[in-house]
């Protein structure tokens, strides 16, 4: 019997330009619900295979179906299989991380991002630091990550997530960081323990960034990043580009160069449009996958120039790669 290929990255590029699966109730024993950023809400799975990892949001109208045969997962399209693999456990959000929202809601309007629209709760520390031990007793846990929206203001969140880093040091694993910066934020959370930070420009071009992150300074972003390089040290500082907002691929192109000049590794991220904020993207688009593989090479290459590694990277996205074509690990 012929086996069907496994996952790569032509195939999981294939998977994300999807970036959904519609599967049955009854094979979702490892789904998860993201409270961060675009793909807030939304339960998804994670597949691995060959050595790759990729998350898909589960939806029932998706041109991508998931069955079950013996110990196999198979992806089909059109009833005929792409790939055959696994779905992996999670921890929390994420396999092999307790990957944590602090606060689910944000006073900014990202109009990429369902987290204003929910204005969720704020995890207390007893409950994140409950979150962390449960991940724990799996003995799968290798790194914490914790993100957060600014719930009142970024100087009240970086409080909250200085309390929140120096609570989860005794865990001996790396913590990563994705926060909202401000003045000292840096400095704060590298003294409370963060071994990585992450601070997202969203997108490089001026003119889009105006227009779906209002309230917010690229400039104040793309200093504070400069500035963590120094602070964290090199390829422990990393940003999240999403693509798919109408940007051009010589943007992408110039805004990956500007980023690793500064010795800050991008991560290129594909546009989730939420059903409460379609109506507020209008030049937004899915990204195929050509253009996801050229843009990761692309970025491979520019990494490469500026002397950056994205293959150490311990916590977060470039470790988890479910949501990206990631250099190194993918391409």
Same mark, same amino acid.
């Given at each position: ?27 979702l024993?490892?789904t998860s *619900? ?6 807030t ?29 013996n ?24 396999p092999?991380?307790?990957?944590i ?5 944000c ?8 987290v204003?629209?929910?204005q ?13 031990e449960q ?11 914790? *993100? ?42 590298k ?21 779906v ?59 989730t449009?939420?059903p409460?904020?379609k ?40 470790t988890?790669?479910g949501?990206d ?7």
């Open positions: 019997m012929n086996q069907m290929p496994k996952l790569n990255a032509n195939l999981k590029a294939e998977l994300l330009a999807t970036g959904s699966v519609n599967v049955d109730a009854s094979l024993t490892g *619900t993201s409270a961060a950023g675009p793909g809400g939304q339960k998804s799975i994670f597949f691995t295979s060959g050595g790759h990892r990729v998350r898909l949001d589960i939806n029932k109208n998706s041109p991508l179906t998931m069955i079950k045969e110990n196999d997962f198979i992806i089909l399209k059109d009833n005929n299989e792409l790939v055959r693999g696994e779905i992996e456990p999670l921890l929390a959000h994420c092999e991380q307790a990957y929202t602090l606060s689910e809601r006073i900014y309007d990202c109009k990429f991002c369902s204003p629209k929910l969720g709760r704020i995890k207390t520390l007893d409950e994140v630091i409950n979150i962390v991940a724990k007793k799996t003995g799968l846990m290798k790194a914490i990550a914790i *993100t957060s929206g600014v719930a009142e203001s970024p100087e009240d969140e970086i409080e909250r997530l200085v309390a929140v880093i120096r609570a989860l040091k005794r865990y001996n694993v790396p913590i990563g960081v994705a926060a909202y910066p401000t003045r000292n934020s840096t400095k704060l959370l003294e409370a323990g963060a071994d990585e930070l992450k601070y997202n420009v969203e997108t490089m071009n001026r003119d889009i960034f105006d227009k992150c209002k309230g917010l300074s690229l400039d104040f972003i793309l200093g504070s990043l400069r500035d963590a390089v120094p602070v964290f040290g090199k390829n422990r500082v990393s940003t999240n580009f999403i693509i798919g907002l109408g940007e051009t691929d010589e943007c992408v192109r110039e805004g990956v160069e500007h980023l690793a000049k500064m010795g800050v590794i991008p991560v290129l991220r594909p546009i449009i939420q409460l904020r109506d507020e993207l209008e030049a937004a688009t899915r990204p195929r996958a050509e253009r996801l593989l050229k843009l990761a090479w692309m970025t491979r290459e520019i990494i490469d120039k500026y002397g950056l590694r994205v293959d150490v990277s311990q916590t977060m996205c470039l988890c790669t949501c074509i990631t250099p190194y690990r993918d391409v």
